[in-house]
């Protein structure tokens, strides 16, 4: 008898359900999942899903993208799971609990579903992923009381680089694999695999909702002139959704609306003290980085800086002590 599988593709699915599609697709198999960001119409995805003596062994190609598995989302799953991932092409980050790592192609990584876990896709992926239940893996590596810690599994050299030919080779040879042998071999790979483990690597700190929340920042300082940026373009043109936008503010005890409108008034104000815009009127000043009304200028400036525009311009023009209001 031969092993069963299931394979789907992203192409048979309608541009404005890929978002949720793919969301259900990563959660059948790798365990609950969720995607916080949009899809745009072009994101390409595959996933084939083997059977494998009480395991299962996921093959997924996907263009970038990011996904979640939140602390909710631990505390809902009642089965604990080992991952055991081997890139083949392509570059992925992925933080696990408070740590973090960057794999490229020929990289081994470990993670366990009872971690809240972030992925960033940074370019298309090819993976190879051994699901394995904790119970089942307990009970062929009895030595081992918990379970292992995520991260890194040195793959260049000695046991781990045996363990990634190893799941590489099984990956193209499982559709062939008669299920009356897949015990047997099933045991030859977790006890690869508790060999490895004993060299895994410690993660680097990386945090890919920090790295996010600096690029949409970088894109708002951009624009900060333009006076439709609002909290939904924003997410349009970072490809995000609203949601998210707003949860990685939240993060930094911040609104959008308030990040936006305090670095404009940080620019006007520069712009103030600056005698190269001096022959600007301050409502000139106001317009010119993104401001639609004078009065709520005026007013949101003196409550920032205890000072209307005015004042501090004449201060700083007169060299006075008010020119260091910030």
């Not at 190269?276 to 301050?282: G, K, T």
């Amino acid at each position: 008898m031969q092993n069963a599988f299931t394979e789907w593709s992203i192409d048979r699915v309608p541009a404005s359900d890929r978002t949720d599609a793919w969301q259900d697709v990563l959660s059948h198999s790798y365990r609950d999942w969720q995607v916080p960001q949009r899809l745009p119409a072009t994101f390409y995805a595959r996933v084939k899903q083997h059977d494998f003596a009480g395991a299962g062994i996921v093959e997924t190609v996907c263009d970038p993208c990011v996904g979640e598995r939140t602390r909710a989302q631990v505390r809902r799953d009642d089965d604990l799971y080992v991952g055991v991932q081997l890139t083949t092409s392509g570059r992925e980050r992925f933080r696990i609990g408070d740590a973090g790592v960057e794999v490229t192609s020929g990289d081994l990584v470990v993670w366990t579903t009872d971690q809240v876990v972030q992925f960033e896709v940074l370019e298309r992926l090819h993976k190879v992923t051994l699901m394995i239940p904790w119970t089942l893996m307990r009970e062929r590596l009895p030595e081992r009381k918990q379970p292992p810690s995520g991260g890194r599994i040195e793959s260049r050299t000695g046991v781990g680089s045996l363990l990634a030919v190893h799941l590489l080779a099984l990956s193209n040879q499982i559709d062939s694999l008669d299920q009356n042998v897949q015990a047997s071999v099933s045991r030859s790979t977790l006890e690869l695999l508790g060999i490895a483990l004993s060299g895994q690597q410690p993660s680097a700190t990386f945090d890919a909702s920090a790295a996010m929340l600096q690029r949409v920042k970088d894109f708002i300082l951009q624009h900060l002139h333009e006076e439709d940026l609002s909290p939904t373009r924003i997410a349009e043109a970072n490809h995000i959704s609203l949601r998210y936008l707003h949860m990685l503010f939240q993060r930094s005890d911040m609104t959008v609306s308030g990040f936006i409108l305090s670095n404009r008034l940080r620019i006007c104000r520069q712009a103030l003290v600056d005698p190269a815009f001096r022959r600007l009127q301050i409502s000139e000043i106001a317009f010119r980085w993104g401001f639609n009304s004078v009065s709520h200028f005026c007013r949101t400036f003196r409550e920032r800086y205890g000072a209307s525009p005015g004042d501090v311009r004449r201060a700083a023009l007169s060299g006075t002590a008010g020119a260091d209001v910030i």
